[in-house]
C-alpha cells in the first residue's frame, strides 16, 4: 500500500543535542512538507520542498533543518538551536498539482528530557 | 493573511444524532479545502476534499459542503457512532505550498 512513513514514533532529546526524524513515502510525490502540531495551535509549516534538492523555510524554519536528496525522503533535523522542540511533528506529501489533496503520516511525538 | 477558524472547538452528543462542524476561511482565494480527521496521537486521516470550482462532496455518512464566497464550509456527519470520536480538522489550500490549519473540533460520541 501506498503511504508515507515516519519513524521513529517518539523520540527523547537530551540539552543541546540534534536529532533527525524521518520521513518516506512511496506515492511517487513531488512535494513533501514538515509540519509542527502544539496543543491547542493549528498545525504550523516548518519547511516544505517541492523538488529534489530543493526546498524553502515554512513559517517556523528556526532551529531546524532539512534534505531533499532523493524524491522519496525528506528528514528534518531538530537543532539545539530550537528553543522548545517538544511537539508532535507530522511529515506530508502531495501530488504534482494543486488539485490534489495532501496525505499524512502517523507522526512523532518529540520531547526534551 | 489567511486565518481559518472552526466552531465549536469541542462537541458531545450521544450517539445516533446528526451533527455540523464549522469552518470558516478570511481569504476566498483557495485552490482547495480539505477536512481530516486525528485520532489522539496519531496522525491525519484525509476524509474529503473539496475543489474551488465544487460545492460538496460526500463520502458514506459525511458530507461536505463548500461556499467560497462566504468563506464558509461545513461538514455534516450523519447518525453518528462512537467510532467517529476524533478531532476534526479543516485546512484550506492556497497554493502549491501552502496549506492553512483551523485548530479543529473535538468531537464526542457516546453510546
Known amino acids: 500500500d501506498g503511504g508515507i512513513t515516519q519513524s521513529p514514533k517518539y523520540l527523547f532529546r537530551k540539552e543541546g543535542q540534534n536529532v533527525t526524524l524521518s520521513c518516506e513515502q512511496n506515492?511517487?510525490?513531488?512535494?513533501m512538507y514538515w509540519y509542527r502540531q502544539d496543543p491547542g495551535q493549528g498545525l504550523r509549516l516548518i519547511y516544505y520542498?517541492?523538488?529534489?534538492?530543493?526546498?524553502q523555510k515554512g513559517d517556523i524554519a528556526e532551529g531546524y533543518s532539512v534534505s531533499r536528496e532523493k524524491k522519496e525522503s525528506f528528514p528534518l533535523t531538530v537543532t539545539s538551536a530550537q528553543k522548545n522542540p517538544t511537539a508532535f511533528y507530522l511529515c506530508a506529501s502531495k501530488g504534482g498539482v494543486w488539485a490534489y489533496g495532501y496525505t499524512f503520516g502517523s507522526g512523532t511525538r518529540l520531547t526534551v528530557v | 493573511k489567511q486565518e481559518v477558524t472552526q466552531i465549536p472547538a469541542a462537541l458531545s452528543v450521544p450517539e445516533g444524532e446528526n451533527l455540523v462542524l464549522n469552518c470558516s476561511f478570511t481569504d476566498s482565494a483557495i485552490y482547495n479545502l480539505q477536512w481530516f480527521r486525528q485520532d489522539p496521537g496519531k496522525g491525519l486521516t484525509s476524509l474529503l476534499l473539496?475543489?474551488?470550482?465544487?460545492r460538496e462532496q460526500t463520502s458514506g455518512r459525511l458530507n461536505a459542503s463548500l461556499d467560497k464566497s462566504s468563506g464558509r464550509s461545513t461538514l455534516y456527519i450523519a447518525a453518528s457512532q462512537p467510532g467517529d470520536s476524533a478531532t476534526y480538522l479543516c485546512?484550506?489550500?492556497?497554493?502549491?505550498?501552502?496549506?492553512?490549519f483551523g485548530t479543529g473540533t473535538r468531537l464526542l460520541v457516546s453510546p
Open positions: 485546512a484550506v489550500s492556497t497554493g502549491f505550498q501552502k496549506l492553512v
Open positions: 520542498s517541492q523538488i529534489v534538492n530543493d526546498f
Open positions: 506515492l511517487n510525490h513531488d512535494a
Open positions: 473539496i475543489q474551488s470550482s465544487q
